[in-house]
């Protein structure tokens, strides 16, 4: 009896110890994956926890390093707010709000996972802005893109080109398109004014795919003029900003892009 007894009990431990480690087990594999994630993707963890690398809230779902001086602050707030305006004048509303991490700094921005670009969207959810890129032009930008994947329906999609050269109509971005002039003081043809904005334009094809515009913009930065050419005047064709939300709305219906613009 006691025999069997000290074997039933030896099992019921063996299993209890089995439970604890199967416990800790499910519990440490989150903290490895959000390891892993933090090691290789640490732009995807820090919009995740941006207090986790040294960002500190400073207004509504914008996030900027620890320490800086009002002024700073103040400058980082004013982008975004304009930002967030040149979107919302395009599009009519706002559909995405992104996650806005800014650094003053190049180290805070190679520790959140930034390169040598000036700013970037993550994810479609958030948008980084290096310290040279705590500006409206490259702030807008990036949130173009968030905007329109926001409005697009999974599956839909847009060739890279438009993508780029939309954010950078969006944007203003001078150094792809040439000011918009008032209206009524313009020739209907002159190469920048509203009607064309174009700095530079071309009918040879532009890059479809994230992975040849990542190489074509490296190699020439006249790619985001061409794109934004193309975009410009596509839009100023069809009668302004509205072609692009029914370029969303027909793309989320099933129909293609380039059934619905030629290009």
């Not at 994956?33 to 509504?60: D, F, K, S």
């Not at 700094?105 to 980084?128: H, K, Q, T």
């Not at 994230?210 to 020439?220: E, K, V």
Request: charged content about 20%; glycine content about 10%.
């Amino acid at each position: 009896m006691t025999s069997r007894w000290r074997r039933a009990g030896s099992r019921g431990g063996a299993f209890r110890r089995g439970r604890v480690w199967l416990l800790a087990a499910l519990v440490a594999l989150p903290i490895a994956a959000a390891a892993v994630v933090a090691v290789a993707y640490p732009a995807v963890a820090a919009a995740t926890c941006p207090g986790c690398y040294g960002l500190e809230r400073l207004a509504g779902d914008v996030y900027a390093e620890q320490g800086l001086p009002p002024y700073r602050k103040r400058q980082v707030v004013s982008a975004v707010e304009e930002a967030e305006r040149r979107v919302r004048d395009f599009y009519g509303d706002r559909r995405a709000s992104p996650r806005i991490l800014a650094c003053l700094s190049d180290r805070c921005y190679r520790r959140i996972g930034g390169g040598g670009e000036r700013g970037v969207a993550v994810l479609n959810r958030a948008v980084m802005l290096s310290p040279s890129g705590v500006d409206p032009v490259i702030a807008s930008h990036e949130m173009s893109h968030v905007e329109l994947h926001a409005r697009l329906d999974a599956g839909a999609e847009v060739p890279q080109w438009f993508d780029e050269g939309l954010a950078v109509l969006v944007s203003g971005d001078p150094r792809y398109l040439a000011p918009e002039t008032a209206p009524g003081t313009e020739p209907d043809t002159a190469p920048g004014t509203a009607a064309d904005r174009c700095l530079m334009s071309t009918d040879a094809p532009l890059p479809t795919t994230l992975d040849a515009w990542l190489r074509a913009a490296g190699a020439d930065g006249n790619t985001y003029a061409r794109a934004a050419c193309r975009v410009s005047r596509w839009v100023a064709a069809n009668g302004g900003p509205h072609v692009v939300l029914d370029l969303v709305r027909r793309l989320d219906a099933g129909e293609t892009f380039g059934a619905i613009t030629g290009m």
